[in-house]
């Protein structure tokens, strides 16, 4: 099983701001298939990015992925309050799909 | 518009059975695989099981595998989790979610509202 590990677990940041987030697989993914999501409270997760850096229909283009091999970022520029939410990565190249921990942007 | 919508979800005490039901519209949906991801209260997301878009191949995480079927009937585009011998650990919000692709080792574009499902006496 291929562990992802995101870091931080928490961010606190002000609007307007660029920040970084972190995922590292235990193992080299194949071909990119890392996807990022967002999940509001009390939401279902929303795909923001698949092949660690195809933004998904409809997702604004301060959000951006990039990465290969074990490492993997999301960058979100220009920080608006409505992306205060919990990000998750999942990758999907290897059995069993497994998903990073989650990092809390606050806004 | 793409729309899942869940159900059967309720309080059920250990060892107990339920079974999940999730109806889709808005796609073609033999075309698609389909995938139960669970969140336990104030954790991540963990996958549980997905089932491509034919039914012919399935997967089940370790943490449910012997106990819980994920099947689908084409016919009334609806994707079920069948859920015995539950345990405290398995109380979580249930997504149903529709993967990228036909085979389930897949991204998911699309989400239901989630069901809440309780094990406990």
């Known amino acids: 099983e291929i562990v992802l590990t995101q870091s931080p677990g928490t961010l606190s940041l002000s609007p307007g701001e660029r920040t970084t987030l972190s995922c590292r697989a235990s193992?080299?993914?194949?071909?990119?298939?890392l996807a990022w999501y967002q999940q509001k409270p009390g939401q279902a997760p929303r795909l923001l990015v698949s092949?660690?850096?195809t933004r998904a229909s409809g997702i604004p283009d301060r959000f951006s992925g990039s990465g290969s091999g074990t490492d993997f970022t999301l960058t979100i520029s220009r920080l608006e309050p409505e992306d205060s939410a919990v990000y998750y990565c999942q990758q999907y190249g290897n059995s069993p799909l497994t998903f990073g921990g989650g990092t809390k942007v606050e806004i | 518009e793409v729309q899942l919508v869940e159900s059967g979800g309720g309080l059920v005490q250990p060892g107990g059975p339920l079974r999940l039901s999730c109806v889709a519209s808005?796609?073609?949906?033999?075309?698609?695989?389909m995938i139960w991801v669970r969140q336990a209260p104030g954790k991540g997301l963990e996958w549980v099981s997905g089932?491509?878009?034919?039914?012919?191949?399935?997967l089940y995480a370790d943490s449910v595998k012997g106990r819980f079927t994920i099947s689908r009937d084409n016919s009334k585009n609806t994707v079920y989790l069948e859920m015995n011998s539950l345990r405290a650990e398995d109380t979580a919000t249930y997504f149903c979610?529709?993967?990228?692709?036909?085979?389930?080792?897949?991204?998911?574009?699309?989400w239901g509202q989630g069901v809440p499902v309780t094990v406990s006496s």
């Open positions: 979610a529709k993967a990228v692709s036909y085979e389930w080792l897949s991204e998911m574009d699309h």
């Open positions: 193992q080299s993914l194949t071909a990119r298939f």
């Open positions: 808005g796609f073609t949906f033999n075309k698609y695989a």
């Open positions: 092949g660690a850096s």
């Open positions: 089932i491509n878009g034919r039914g012919a191949s399935r």
